[in-house]
């Protein structure tokens, strides 16, 4: 059972947060990769596992730094073989997989990109973190059912003592260590209560385009590969490409869009796992399974409780604030059209407000370089997998609340969800 006693909870999560250690609490500084022309064997080898549509973003950065001489495509791994020769042909990449063990066995790769559907990103990163190599993991880190395999994945990480970098780009940002020290350092008192938020008008993120209306399951379309451990169903042309919309491959805006909005929140305040979890929402304008509203609230030991709010019928954005009893810190939507930047506004007599504009927020380029710098020095990247694992366990925790109509609380003992 989880603790009862205020008292008791605050110590459950203070030894949480030793074992976390100083990677779910710190933000590490970007830094600038060496720009000097380097031998192909100085390269850092990228495989691909995975080359759909937001695969294509790091094939265009990765090729970017292969015209550097820093990194370069070297495989492509996908279970439909037409996107498979796209990803060939667009990377110059020679060694084409539809196994991904196959792209593992590549000496030639040293970085893996997993870009493929939420149910995957557990068994094909712990599967690259044991082959020996460094991953950059498209979010979220797992699939909202699978909180257990994400801790795995930190396991195998710390195991093969290799790195994985997840893609929530609002962690490019090189303001996010400036205003967490900030925070340490009580500008703005103690934080209370957070407020975040992701408005869109429309679901085309995941109504994705259909290629082949008559594909069908083969020797070039590998459906069992695509379903993993997910319930064993019919071919289905729309759960194949279209696999955002069901409940069964991914987890609507809590871990496709509030993880973005959500993820620097947990950096600057430092958090750990939360106490419990609120999730509501529901699907009340598109047909599809997972919901187009989406709310969650994520009340913490001793504060803050963060309220993750989401909406796909109206893009008016809100803004983030993280409220303090002597202050607030406030930074615009990433939907902003201006002042974008951080705001922080104290309440002390003569303190003077200050204006951070944005430095990167957004720009998964950033993310990449600094991945590719931690490769060399072996420091924790910025979206570290300490980090990543406990930005997972509040919306896990809050797909699990609206679909049971519970409250889902972490037991701190046992290091697991538990519903009520």
Not at 247 to 268: E, S
Request: proline fraction near 6%.
């Amino acid at each position: 059972m989880p603790p009862t006693s205020k008292e008791t909870t605050r110590r459950s999560f203070l030894r949480t947060t030793a074992a976390a250690g100083a990677a779910a609490a710190a933000i590490p500084e970007f830094s600038i990769l060496a720009q000097e022309a380097k031998g192909a064997n100085d390269r850092i080898g990228v495989g691909f596992i995975g080359t759909g549509g937001r695969a294509g973003a790091h094939m265009n950065i990765v090729n970017g730094f292969k015209k550097q001489g820093i990194a370069e495509p070297v495989a492509v791994c996908d279970v439909y073989r037409p996107r498979l020769e796209a990803a060939a042909k667009k990377t110059g990449a020679s060694k084409k997989y539809m196994e991904h063990e196959a792209l593992l066995a590549d000496k030639d790769v040293d970085v893996v990109c997993v870009a493929t559907p939420d149910r995957l990103h557990a068994p094909h990163t712990i599967d690259a973190l044991s082959a020996g190599k460094d991953v950059y993991c498209e979010k979220p880190l797992t699939h909202w059912i699978q909180f257990e395999a994400a801790k795995k994945i930190e396991e195998a990480a710390e195991k093969n003592k290799k790195l994985v970098q997840v893609g929530t780009q609002y962690m490019a940002d090189e303001n996010l260590p400036v205003v967490k020290k900030m925070i340490e350092d009580g500008i703005i008192g103690k934080p209370v209560h957070v407020q975040c938020a992701f408005t869109r008008r429309g679901d085309w993120g995941e109504r994705m385009k259909i290629p082949d209306a008559n594909a069908k399951p083969g020797p070039d379309l590998l459906w069992e590969r695509f379903l993993g451990d997910a319930p064993k169903v019919p071919f289905s042309v729309s759960r194949f490409f279209q696999w955002r919309m069901y409940w069964d491959y991914a987890g609507g805006p809590a871990t496709d869009l509030l993880v973005h909005t959500f993820t620097p929140v947990f950096c600057i305040l430092g958090l750990d796992y939360p106490e419990r979890v609120f999730g509501g929402g529901g699907t009340f304008q598109y047909n599809r399974e997972v919901p187009d509203q989406c709310n969650i609230i994520a009340d913490y030991p001793d504060g803050p409780s963060v309220v993750m709010m989401n909406t796909l019928s109206n893009h008016v954005p809100t803004d983030t604030m993280v409220r303090g009893t002597d202050g607030v810190i406030i930074w615009k939507s990433f939907q902003a059209r201006d002042g974008k930047g951080i705001r922080i506004v104290p309440f002390a007599k003569g303190a003077k407000e200050q204006f951070l504009p944005w430095k990167g927020l957004g720009d998964t380029g950033k993310l990449w370089a600094n991945l590719l710098e931690c490769v060399k020095t072996r420091q924790q990247p910025a979206c570290s997998i300490a980090m990543s694992v406990r930005v997972q366990a509040p919306l896990s925790m809050g797909i699990l609340s609206h679909r049971q109509s519970k409250v889902a609380k972490f037991d701190f003992d046992k290091q697991s969800i538990v519903m009520s």
